[in-house]
């Protein structure tokens, strides 16, 4: 007997038949004797649809009443789930996030979770009860509901996963795992059966969107097993996000390849190379609420540098201007470039710490393939480029196929 | 200044612009230095939507997840509004039935309200907040969300008037007050300055939707000053419902005439005429869930008596069977005879009580008009009669005029 947490996301909750399969699924891990908690999201659609009624009253809602109204999409998928369990004949019973106490800090919209008093679901899944969580939402200490931000019902399964103890944590979702890279570009991609912690991490960020961040580094913190699964499908295990890095031999140098489109490119040339000048140029656009992602930076020749980063393509033009209007005159830079044709490729791989050559190989294949290298990062388990927007699809289907990734057989449909 | 508990139905909160609209009178309010707590029903539509996909899940939905459900009515509904007062610049604050600790029984879908914590909103009116409150919802002492019933949000209403000792609860919807009958019915019905409760009672409880009955109850028991309100104009000061009566100088004999189409009659005949036979006959409709409205018990003649009831007529053809298959046979009664198309036409007015003559007035009226009266009921300031259906507007209308109701101008549009 096993203390399960289950998340289903808003497509596998999408309408009612939908939700009567889930609870069927539920019905199942109950009937094997096993302790199950369900957290669910709101029916597909209903967040953007609660969203556009509050923009209609304000066109940037108050948070506090905006967290109010988009809470109650969940909350109406608790019963109903709850309902469902019950017409089968087995015993369920809903919460919402302040109900099973999900205390958060008042960052209203995008609340962290401070604690959990598991009290309750545990007397329920003791006295035989599934319990059905409300997703996405927590409570201050005063009593006022909050919300985690987009996929946050990723985080309260996570993070109630730590506060029982569970043994899994399984996210359903509409694909059945976690993809080398993405089977719409290369159809030889393979479903991994694990992939560490810090892989996942590294993938989720560069856009492969199985599962939030946040949730995976939340898993990592408390070492939750944590396992995505599909909700249409039963035909496999998923794949299992592991904290323990397996045995070298068994280690493949790389475990996937992940890339997007969402980046825009900026460089600052003939910056004066002195201490300090990173700062003067990244605070004031840290300041304008831009988030950055790669940064560059090559050694001065003659006292003058070129400074490069990324930043998400909505935020292009905005930065491009501060970099002409503020921060070349501040700094004395002589010429701003920027691209928003780009797209960024990664290998990801813990199994490259050990292996020389990732890189080199990397760039081979690239210049075999006539692609221009146009930015390159590095960190432990990753190597990112930039790369003409173009050229997307062929690097990843080359790389895919010069590190061994395909697979002999195509991948399941997702 | 003043403490006003205004409360708003689901067609006053129907879209964005209505509740803007409600805001902006909200804001009008609170702009003259009144304190505000503002109640408000589900958008008009809302709470069927969310029955209806409770239904799909389950035919017979579990209460308690279903109140989990359809209490994201009003939840919605206060965060909306909630922001359109601050867009308006008026400090705002909702809370729903459970953050303001409305605490009720554990009767899901019916509870009623035990006891209302009123600090969190007297805080937030002593630091100039207007204070919006989800209607219709409340908690059990367990921290489960329970619902007052169809039209609960009025009850909330009184009950925070009542709770914070408000000096007015302002009940707005789609008519401007109380009618001396229905408009439709009888074109010449004037809007009422002032009714009293007992009369309220009796014109809520015959058909008169304007508010819903178990609020005015609680309005009496807690002498919280009522008033019913258009939302939709503001050119008159609707109908104030006092406890008061007004002295008898002033006082007209009938305040106002009810009627529905929503009875059937039954009758037994030829009962013997002992002891308990009341009880004999009305203890197995009761035990059906039938309720019982009319009761008519003429003397026995011979050791026999006629005893006839009316029930709601969805209740007709269950009762009837009731009274052949089960209530004659024990009884021992003669014959069960039963008619559905009739109608109950009532004069109601606390004036009638010290004025002889006013049954025989009426009978008088509705005999010149050629109507024959099936049954006869009267209370102290109520006179009912059965009529056939199809004599009910004609009834209204006559009784309308001979008792002196008719406006000399038309009445303000509803």
Known sequence: MALIVQKYGGTSVANPERIKKVAERVARFHSEGHQVVVVVSAMSGETDRLIKLAREIQAQPEPR???????????VTIGMLSMALIARGVPAKSYTGGQVRILTDESHTKARILEIDEKRMRADLDSGKVVVVAGFQGTTEHGDITTLGRGGSDTTGV???????????????DVDGVYTTDPRVVPEARRLETITFEEMLEMASLGSK????RSVEFAGKYKVKLRVLSSFEDNNNGTLITFEEKSKMEQPIISG??????EAKLSLLGVPD?????????????????????IIQNIGVDG??????????NDYQKTLDLLNNTIKPSTGAREVRGDNKICKVSLVGVGMRSHAGVASKMFKTLSEEGINIQMISTSEIKISVVLD???MELAVRALHKAFNLDSAMPPAKG
């Open 274 to 294: 002195r201490p300090g000048i990173a700062y003067a140029i990244l605070e004031p656009v840290g300041s304008a609420q831009v988030d950055v992602d790669m």
């Open 304 to 313: 003058s540098t070129d400074f490069s980063f990324t930043v998400h393509r």
């Open 159 to 173: 993070a109630l996963a730590a506060a029982l103890k569970a043994d899994e944590c399984q996210i359903y979702t």
């Open 257 to 262: 390849i992940a890339f997007n489109r969402d």
């Open 65 to 75: 009443e905006l967290d109010v109204m988009i809470s109650t999409g969940e909350q």
């Open 210 to 213: 199985v599962l939030q961040i």
């Open 389 to 391: 927007e173009k050229y």
